[in-house]
């Protein structure tokens, strides 16, 4: 039994801890492994991992923790970076890597990668593994901001999704943009984009609200994809 738990701080400006400066917009904290032994709590072995944002994660740098794995990270880091810029405000997107340490604790080793997006009430966090696991934290209320002004989360869980299309990090923010309300009928267009997030899970009223849609027309489209055969 493996088991994941974190805790996460968002450094919403430049902040010095201990003589070392955290960068505006970069998530850190830290990864709770714990792996079972027989069942018996007394014997669990829990490691510590480590959070770090980088500026840009390279491609030879991501194969050589990822593998075959990267290029499905890579891809789905983009589609979320395109899915908050196109329809929600104020919406932070960032990515790294997750260390442990080795040599007793002389150097560090890079096992994972995350991305997250975040805005001042949301945050959603997954950790990619090199054996294609994913692992999903969210929070959905207020952060609490700690004596070094950084927005601290909830002591979280990570819960295990699949690494498929249908499952990218889409997960609903605070503010939708209001430029996706349709004053008319829906185009080809629209019906293609609603289709796709009704396969990611968004439910009628999420979608009613970001279209600016009563709740029944959404149904009513959804009824009509399942007709189809497209749901």
């Given at each position: 039994m493996?088991?994941?738990?974190?805790?996460?701080?968002?450094?919403?400006?430049?902040?010095?801890?201990?003589?070392?400066?955290?960068?505006?917009?970069?998530?850190?904290?830290?990864?709770?492994l714990?792996?079972?032994?027989?069942?018996?709590?007394?014997?669990?072995?829990?490691?510590?991992?480590?959070?770090?944002?980088?500026?840009?994660?390279?491609?030879?740098?991501?194969?050589?923790?990822?593998?075959?794995?990267?290029?499905?990270?890579?891809?789905?880091l983009?589609?979320?970076?395109?899915?908050?810029?196109?329809?929600?405000?104020?919406?932070?997107?960032?990515?790294?890597?997750?260390?442990?340490?080795?040599?007793?604790?002389?150097?560090?080793?890079?096992?994972?990668?995350?991305?997250?997006?975040?805005?001042?009430?949301?945050?959603?966090?997954?950790?990619?593994?090199?054996?294609?696991?994913?692992?999903?934290?969210?929070?959905?209320?207020?952060?609490?901001?700690?004596?070094?002004?950084?927005?601290?989360?909830?002591?979280?869980?990570?819960?295990?999704?699949?690494?498929?299309?249908?499952?990218?990090?889409?997960?609903?923010?605070?503010?939708?943009?209001?430029?996706?309300?349709?004053?008319?009928?829906?185009?080809?267009d629209?019906?293609?984009?609603?289709?796709?997030?009704?396969?990611?899970?968004?439910?009628?009223?999420?979608?009613?609200?970001?279209?600016?849609?009563?709740?029944?027309?959404?149904?009513?489209?959804?009824?009509k994809?399942?007709?189809?055969?497209?749901?």
């Amino acid at each position: 039994m493996q088991r994941f738990t974190t805790k996460l701080y968002i450094n919403a400006d430049d902040t010095e801890i201990n003589g070392h400066t955290y960068r505006k917009d970069t998530i850190t904290g830290f990864i709770n492994l714990t792996i079972g032994i027989d069942g018996v709590p007394l014997l669990d072995e829990t490691t510590t991992l480590y959070v770090n944002t980088t500026t840009e994660l390279k491609n030879d740098r991501l194969n050589t923790i990822l593998g075959a794995w990267s290029y499905g990270f890579k891809g789905r880091l983009k589609s979320t970076q395109l899915f908050y810029k196109s329809h929600y405000e104020n919406v932070v997107v960032v990515s790294g890597t997750v260390t442990k340490d080795i040599n007793g604790g002389k150097g560090k080793k890079a096992i994972g990668c995350w991305m997250a997006a975040y805005d001042k009430q949301i945050l959603v966090f997954e950790l990619h593994l090199a054996d294609g696991s994913i692992r999903r934290v969210t929070q959905d209320d207020l952060f609490d901001t700690n004596s070094h002004n950084q927005k601290e989360s909830d002591f979280l869980e990570f819960v295990v999704i699949d690494n498929t299309l249908d499952t990218n990090i889409s997960i609903q923010m605070s503010k939708a943009k209001t430029d996706k309300k349709v004053t008319g009928r829906f185009t080809d267009d629209h019906r293609a984009e609603i289709l796709g997030y009704m396969k990611k899970g968004a439910k009628d009223s999420q979608l009613a609200k970001l279209y600016g849609k009563n709740r029944s027309t959404m149904k009513r489209l959804r009824d009509k994809f399942k007709k189809e055969g497209k749901l």
